[in-house]
């Protein structure tokens, strides 16, 4: 523990003295988006115009992911978690959180809580690591979040937690006319499909992490109607495993960048590949980590648009970065210099 603190405050002043890019993020009232290589678990961390972070999922156990995810925030100028949001109890997803909170302060925490049902609870660690407040999110629940003067309005907003959706709006709705197409998989009865699903809208920008919700419950939230809308950026449910990731969905959300956080041999599945690389509206695929298996040349982007190239993982990141008005929005990888800029639907 005496480790992680010491490699946090290193990485902070390292971070200050080299223009933090948070305190640039502040003065342009940009939201950025930066995901972190968790060598396939998820850690996706948001910083508000505000100057707010917001952690999705930590990844793995042990000091690996959670050196990593101290890392960006310090780099970020950080000084603590505000929102940590733990999608579900899979170790892939809440592992590093104890060993974080061990080094960081965490201010609340949102997840399922313990519910009736529950099939895979979470260890005493995750249970009982240190935050000044935990909160059980529920669909339709927004995270309170500071507002920025000169920016758009940001909100982060659960759209279905532990199976259910948020209402279906009242009044006449088109059906959506994907659902004709929709399939039915055998139930998924581990916690994936329990999976907190956020909708993050800043101005016209709209961003979907859905964590590793599953194939039966993503249509819920498309069919009959639409409960999501389009967005412009997917982070690819579930690293990418065809479990997840139906068709139904990716249609309907029609997003213009997809980004898997998949690892070397995990996620990437040719089916869901090959569905994302079909949609009319895809201008760009992004990978945290080249697919190494052996379909990996048909399942993979050019490596300009992928952050880790090799089998020997060198924890580098893709970073978004949303204009203050919402209406563009540029990806990069710092690691090997690409920058591209998108408009908003």
């Known amino acids: 523990m005496m480790r992680l603190c010491l490699l946090y405050g290193l990485v902070f002043i390292v971070g200050t003295l080299f223009n933090s890019p948070l305190w640039a993020a502040a003065a342009n009232k940009r939201l950025d988006v930066y995901w972190i290589d968790v060598e396939g678990g998820a850690a996706t961390l948001l910083v508000t115009p505000a100057g707010e972070s917001i952690l999705i999922d930590t990844g793995n156990p042990g000091r690996r992911d959670a050196d990593r995810i101290i890392q960006a925030v310090a780099k970020a100028g950080l000084m603590q978690i505000d929102h940590l949001v733990t999608t579900h109890y899979h170790r892939d997803h809440f592992g590093g ?90 139930i998924d009865r581990s916690d994936n499909a329990n999976s907190i699903v956020l909708l993050a809208s800043f101005g016209p920008f709209r961003f979907f992490d859905g964590g590793d919700l599953t194939w039966n ?94 089998k020997e993982c060198k924890a580098n990141s893709i970073h978004l970065s949303v204009d203050p008005t919402g209406k563009t929005y540029a990806v990069s990888i710092p690691s090997n210099g690409h920058t591209r800029t998108y408009q908003t639907k």
Do not use: M, W
């Open 97 to 186: 959180a104890a060993t974080l909170a061990g080094a960081i302060p965490i201010k609340t925490v949102y997840d399922n809580g313990i519910f009736d049902g529950i099939r895979e609870k979470p260890d005493d660690e995750y249970l009982n690591f240190p935050a000044t407040k935990r909160v059980v999110l529920s669909p339709g629940d927004t995270i309170p979040l500071k507002q920025t003067e000169g920016a758009e309005k940001l909100e982060l907003r659960c759209l279905c937690a532990r199976q259910q959706t948020i209402a279906r709006p009242s009044g006449k709705l088109d059906d959506n006319t994907c659902c004709a197409d929709a399939i039915a998989k055998p």
């Open 217 to 310: 419950v993503e249509k819920e939230l498309v069919c009959p109607v639409n409960l999501v809308g389009k967005v412009d950026v997917y982070q690819v449910t579930h690293h990418g495993l065809d479990a997840s990731n139906n068709p139904v969905l990716l249609k309907t959300l029609a997003p213009s960048v997809a980004i898997f956080n998949n690892g070397v041999t995990k996620g990437c599945d040719p089916n869901v590949f090959a569905n994302l690389k079909e949609l009319t509206g895809v201008q760009q695929v992004y990978q945290v980590h080249k697919n190494l298996r052996p379909d990996g040349d048909k399942n993979n982007v050019p490596d300009e648009f992928i952050a880790n190239l090799d």
